[in-house]
């Protein structure tokens, strides 16, 4: 059992690109989610899902989007990158809905640069 | 505004137990969680409480007091792979998790 894959592990990317990072989940949990960690700060939530075909904004969920079309998959687009946009970003899942009770999983991360 | 507040970063020896503490002020609390993070890694639960009290699990405990918007977490027996990140999080009113920015541990021999 995977858990939680996300890909890629690392990017470079240049300012203007267009981006999106993968995440999927083999749990068959309800809500997905996508955080940001910044150094110094605590996990910032961009986007979530409680079931597929539904999404919601987090606290920072500007410059970014998602789409939740199955289950497993909750991709995260960055339209236009931006140097701010640089951090370590994690997919995480929960088998309740968002802000219940259960635990969240995470994925191993992403850390994207933008120059 | 809403805010958690956690110490940045506490040294402690092998064997030892530390406390790391959590104080909170969120519109309204629907539970708080302990996470685990080594340095490169995601977090990992380690525990949580909604309701005053002790939870006890192995060498970790966690405490909660929700009329001091307040709770610790307790490590017991150091060892050197408890060296990490520990995360606390509190559910608001609104059902969102809000995120301290974490305690970093060093455990030293």
């Known amino acids: 059992i995977a858990g939680i894959t996300q890909a890629p592990t690392s990017q470079i990317l240049a300012a203007g690109r267009r981006m999106t990072l993968r995440c999927t989940q083999d749990?068959?949990?309800?809500?997905m989610y996508w955080y940001r960690q910044d150094l110094g700060l605590g996990l910032r939530l961009i986007h979530y899902?409680?079931?597929?075909?539904?999404?919601g904004k987090g606290e920072v969920p500007d410059g970014y989007s998602v789409s939740r079309a199955n289950t497993d998959d909750f991709p995260l687009t960055l339209a236009s990158a931006v140097p701010s946009q640089t951090s370590v970003y994690f997919c995480a899942s929960s088998e309740g809905l968002a802000g219940g009770p259960d635990t969240q999983y995470f994925g191993p991360g992403t850390r994207l640069t933008v120059l | 505004g809403q805010n958690i507040d956690q110490p940045t970063e506490m040294t402690a020896t092998e064997g030892a137990i530390v406390q790391i503490n959590c104080t909170y002020q969120?519109?309204?609390?629907?539970?708080l969680f302990w996470y685990q993070q080594h340095a490169g890694e995601a977090p990992t639960f380690l525990s949580y409480?909604?309701l005053d009290g002790l939870e006890e699990k192995g060498r970790f405990s966690s405490f909660l007091s929700r009329s001091k918007g307040y709770s610790y977490l307790l490590l017991k027996e150091l060892q050197m792979k408890d060296s990490a990140s520990y995360l606390c999080a509190v559910t608001d009113s609104n059902y969102q998790l809000i995120w301290g920015a974490g305690t970093k541990l060093i455990i030293k021999p």
């Open positions: 899902s409680n079931t597929a075909g539904t999404t």
């Open positions: 749990m068959r949990h309800n809500a």
């Open positions: 409480n909604v």
């Open positions: 969120t519109s309204g609390f629907n539970g």
